[in-house]
Nanobody, 116 residues
């Protein structure tokens, strides 16, 4: 059974940092790309960042470029999102996602709140 479990969210002041983790199980982790997607209160889902299976290729939405860094540890079956210089508009629930044979899998999400 494919499982994705996010952690690391919380309340942080503007300008602060958080590191999100997504622990994966039930599939050959290193064979699949992973993404982070977020949902702000009252808004739709936004793609934030993605990384390929080997970890050598990454991509970011313009609104996080230079502030967020995605990485993965294939030995630990975990993908990370380092978030720096956080802004109030980064508030939302952050989900990790992967697509395996045309099926999307999602974690339960972790809440990030950026507020003073």
């Amino acid at each position: 059974e494919v499982q994705l479990v996010e952690s690391g969210g919380g309340l942080v002041q503007p300008g602060g940092s958080l590191r999100l983790s997504c622990a994966a199980s039930g599939f050959a982790f290193s064979n699949y790309g992973m993404m982070w997607v977020r949902q702000a209160p009252g808004k739709g889902f936004e793609w934030v960042s993605g990384i390929n299976g080997g970890g050598g290729t990454t991509a970011y939405a313009d609104f996080v470029k230079g502030r967020f860094t995605i990485s993965r540890d294939n030995n630990a079956n975990t993908v990370y999102l380092q978030m720096n210089s956080l802004k109030p508009e980064d508030t939302g629930v952050y989900y990790c996602n992967t697509n395996i044979r045309d099926i999307d899998y999602w974690g339960q999400g972790t809440q990030v709140t950026v507020s003073s």
